[in-house]
Structures are given as C-alpha cells and as structure tokens.
C-alpha cells in the first residue's frame, strides 16, 4: 500500500511574507507580463503572497494550497482569487476552471514525496503553449561545495521538523523530472545571492501538448 503524504499540509501558516517572496517575486512576475498572461494558477499558494501580488498586477488568480490555515489567509489577503484546498496528489478535474495561461509553483516541489505529480496537475489544467513556472533551491556543484566545506549539511537539510525539505534539485535534474512530463523548458534564472550559488533557481517550461 502506498501512503501520499502532501507535507505542506503540515504546515501552519500566518499572514507573514515569505522571505524568498522579495527575489523570486519579480521574477514571476516579469515572465507572466512578457508571455502575455491574463489567467494565473498558483499550485501551493500558501498563505497567498504571491497571489496577491498577482493580482495587483493585474492577472486573474485562481490558488490551490491543502493546508486548511493556508486557504484562510489567502481568501483574506486575496478577497477577489478564486482558492482552493487541494493539493497535487489531489484530481486536476476537482478543480473546474482550466485553460490557464501560466501555472506558478514556488518552493514547493522539495517538499513533495511524488513531485512528479506537480507538472502533471499543471499539464491538465493549462492551455495548449501553457507556461509552468517552477522554483525550488537551487544546488549545483559550487554551492553543494561550500555547504560541505561550511559544514552546513545538517543545517541545510533541517530534518528536525516535519514539513521540511525533502528532495533537492539541480538544474539538471529539475529539467529531466519537467520534461518528462509534457513540458519544454525554455528559460531558467538564478535568483537571491550570487551566481552560481543562488537561493533558489526559476525554470520556466512550455506544455508541448
């Protein structure tokens, strides 16, 4: 028997900003304006900063996040989105609207034991030439060097506490998962600190089909 467990479920959210929102934000934000979105899917919305900072750009935004206290925050800061509590593992036709233009995910997919299933639920719900745009940390070579040389491994991985990080993605790797999936990656930024050993990494992936 398998179990599924969605660990952002886990998570108890309040109304604070998340501290990777100032440098993965206008990021997203430029790719959705330069692709000429108009209707948005946030795929693990959180406590919904990212949707509303969305929305105050102008784009309809529709949030699926399975925590409970999530999906109350986000109703409260975003009145106007459309959310929903629902997960990836989660049927993509539980959710009636499709035919997005972009579908965003940001620090989600480390925490998820079947990440596949995130590229999957976006596929389903996107329009044909759809945009996903996935973030995660990033590790590569230099920045897995210096957390080794730092003696960082055990801080970096934070096993202490449920909900944490549980795979870790290179450029690669993150690539090979998108594209085995229905997608072409067709953009990837670095973003927060310096390069090459970045925060977090921004891929952005075109449905083929």
């Known amino acids: 028997m398998t179990h599924r467990v969605e660990t952002r ?29 108009r209707r948005i899917l946030d795929i693990g919305c959180g406590n919904g900063t990212l949707c509303r900072n969305l929305a105050d750009a102008g784009f309809a935004v529709v949030g699926l996040e399975p925590s409970a206290s999530g999906i ?46 995130l590229p999957r639920f976006a596929h389903a719900k996107l329009a044909k030439g759809g945009r996903l745009v996935l973030s995660t940390p990033y ?32 450029r690669d790797s993150l690539t090979k998962m998108t594209e085995s999936n229905g997608f072409r990656v067709v953009a990837f930024h670095g973003v927060g600190r310096l390069p090459w050993l970045w925060n977090s990494m921004v891929l952005v992936a075109r449905k083929e089909d």
């Open 72 to 117: 109350a925050c986000a109703r409260a800061l975003v009145p106007e989105g459309v959310f929903y509590e629902k997960g990836v593992y989660d049927d993509p036709a539980d959710i009636p609207e499709s035919e997005f233009d972009v579908a965003v995910s940001t620090e989600v997919v480390e925490h998820l034991y079947l990440p596949a299933s």
């Open 9 to 37: 479920s886990l998570y108890r959210y309040g109304t604070g900003k998340p501290c990777t929102n100032d440098y993965i934000r206008p990021v997203v934000l430029e790719i959705c304006r330069r692709c000429g979105a």
């Open 139 to 170: 590790h590569g070579y230099l920045k897995n060097l210096a957390i080794a040389v730092t003696n960082r491994w055990d801080v970096h991985h934070s096993p202490w506490y449920d909900g944490g990080h549980i795979k870790f993605w290179s």
